[in-house]
């Protein structure tokens, strides 16, 4: 009964919070937009798997395997972002904020040497700069 009531809970978001996704769609970037639906799609996935758990799996088995979809999601995101920063970082080599970000994303995703690299080179272009000694406090040292 408790399993047919989450679903039913989730179908309903669903319902009342598309019209709001639609209109939001309309004045945000493509990739909020992907990553608003996404999520969608993950509580409808989540609540058909609880459904298909009832019959064979454990409700611990359930939720790893969803939060392994999770975070194979958000890395193949952060991956995408890479490459999207990497070409900026080919237009402006000596840019900053495109190092920050591109060793941001490699900490992230747990990539520690590229992301060593990348602070050194935006610490070599302006290193007293305080997003530079912010990052290194919260990502180098650490």
Known sequence: METIRLIFFVIRLLLETTPFLIKY?????????????????????????????????????????????????????????????EQKLEQQPTHRDVLLKLAQLHCQNEDLEACQEYWQQAAEIDPNHPAVIEFQQVYISN
């Open 25 to 85: 769609a309309w004045t945000r970037s493509p990739i909020t937009v992907t990553f608003l639906f996404a999520s969608l799609l993950f509580l409808l996935h989540l609540s058909l798997i609880i459904v298909a758990s009832q019959t064979s799996n454990t409700w611990q088995q359930t939720i790893n395997h969803y939060f392994q979809d999770v975070n194979q999601f958000e890395q193949e995101q952060r991956l995408e972002q890479i490459q999207i920063w």
